[in-house]
């Protein structure tokens, strides 16, 4: 008769449980573990500070160097911005038309054209000395005032220039052609640059100071044809 043989207890099954190992930091004598969560930022994902050019506090010369592209804006009786292009400044004006010094910077010739009211004071020397003298302009041509005469009166140099040319190359000179009122100026010549008050004011030998009509807008773009000046006349050949 057989019986049943007795078995073995089965074994449990042997269960390895693995931790989540990329939270588990094993420190191990002798070592040390740094570990950065955050890197530093690269220079391009945080790049130093720029600095912004800035305008001279005075306006720069024009065709100077420079080394930023720069626009400066300054306010010197109108706009003018200055801007630093290819290396170089450059100016731009804001005024349209600029604006224009009331007075020349030399006295002006008596019965030269002008556009604006107003008196200019100079000193000046037509060969006796430093003197005072006014120009007024009444918005058509200029007047000069306050020149006295020479005692004895400078020599006219005037009377010696042939052509309109040289005339014009002396500041004391003025030429004038005849004009279109009477009594006209009998032919074009070169006549001291201020009026004649007297005689006296002749330095020619026998000549007198006459009124006579000349053209004012001789080589001028005006279309008046008569003014009164007082001029030094050469006596009549015989």
């Known amino acids: ?25 094993v420190l191990l004598p002798g070592c040390i573990t740094t570990v950065t969560s955050n890197p ?17 506090a005075t ?7 420079c080394t930023e592209p720069l626009s400066c804006e300054y306010n010197n009786a109108c706009v003018e911005v200055y801007y630093c292009e290819e290396g170089t400044w450059h100016m731009t004006s804001g005024c349209n038309p600029p604006p224009v010094d009331p007075c020349p910077p030399e006295a002006p010739a008596s019965g030269a054209l002008c556009s604006y009211v107003t008196t200019c ?10 003197q005072e003298q006014t120009a007024s302009c009444d918005g058509a041509v200029w007047t000069t005032e306050g020149i006295s005469t020479c005692n004895p009166p400078p020599p006219d140099d005037c009377v010696s220039y042939k052509n309109e040319t040289e005339c014009a190359a002396d500041a004391g000179c003025r030429w004038l052609v005849p004009g279109c009122g009477m ?13 004649c008050t007297g005689d006296f004011d002749c330095p020619i030998s026998g000549g007198t100071c006459q009124e006579v009509s000349i053209d004012p807008c001789h080589n001028q773009p005006c279309d008046a044809c008569s ?5 030094c006349m050469t006596p009549a050949a015989p």
Not at 8 to 22: I, L, N
Not at 40 to 56: A, H, L
Not at 183 to 195: D, H, I, K, S, Y
Request: proline content about 21%; hydrophobic content about 30%; overall charge negative.
């Open 40 to 56: 530093p930022p690269t220079e391009s994902e945080n790049p130093p500070p720029v600095e912004t050019p800035e305008c001279p």
């Open 59 to 65: 306006p720069p010369d024009t065709n100077t160097p």
């Open 121 to 130: 004071s100079y000193t000046v020397d037509y060969g006796c000395g430093p």
């Open 227 to 231: 003014m009164t000046v007082s001029v």
């Open 1 to 25: 008769m057989s019986f049943p043989r007795k078995q073995k207890p089965r074994r449990k099954p042997f269960v390895v449980t693995v931790a989540q190992a990329a939270t588990a930091v």
């Open 183 to 195: 009594p006209a100026l009998p032919e074009a010549g070169c006549f001291a640059v201020t009026n």
